[in-house]
């Protein structure tokens, strides 16, 4: 099971960063950072998938955010310049189907953090 830690608040254009660490689900296909924020759906951030090594973000965060996987358990997400926008519950996830397509879908993940909030506001 994912659990994630970091996060908190943070004006606009600060920095935060949020970890993941799953345990007893290294043999995953994809591992990623989902966001909800109060009334919207949940959206794809940014993923790592095995097939074709390939790193995946969300356009709106390109440039701003960078996912990093330290380990086999272990990912990062360094978050700069964030905006108002960004508000949200951040969650990891791990897939372990192996899927042909890009893996910023959240419906193909079943294993699931409990989600860490992070807040901007000036």
């Known amino acids: 099971q994912p659990v994630e830690s970091g996060g908190g608040s943070v004006q606009p254009g600060g920095s935060l960063k949020v970890s993941c660490k799953v345990e007893?689900?290294?043999?995953?296909?994809?591992i990623g950072w989902f966001r909800q924020a109060p009334g919207k759906e949940r959206e794809g951030v940014s993923c790592?998938?095995?097939?074709?090594?390939?790193t995946n973000y969300k356009d709106s965060v390109k440039g701003r955010f960078t996912f990093s996987r330290n380990s086999a358990n272990t990912i990062d997400l360094e978050m700069n310049n964030l905006q108002p926008e960004d508000t949200a519950v951040y969650f990891c996830?791990?897939?372990?189907?192996?899927?042909?397509?890009?893996?910023?879908?959240?419906?193909?993940?079943?294993?699931w953090g409990q989600g860490i909030r992070v807040t901007v506001s000036s």
């Open positions: 790592f998938a095995r097939r074709g090594s390939s």
């Open positions: 996830a791990v897939d372990t189907v192996n899927r042909n397509k890009p893996c910023l879908n959240s419906r193909d993940y079943k294993y």
């Open positions: 007893g689900l290294t043999a995953y296909t994809a």
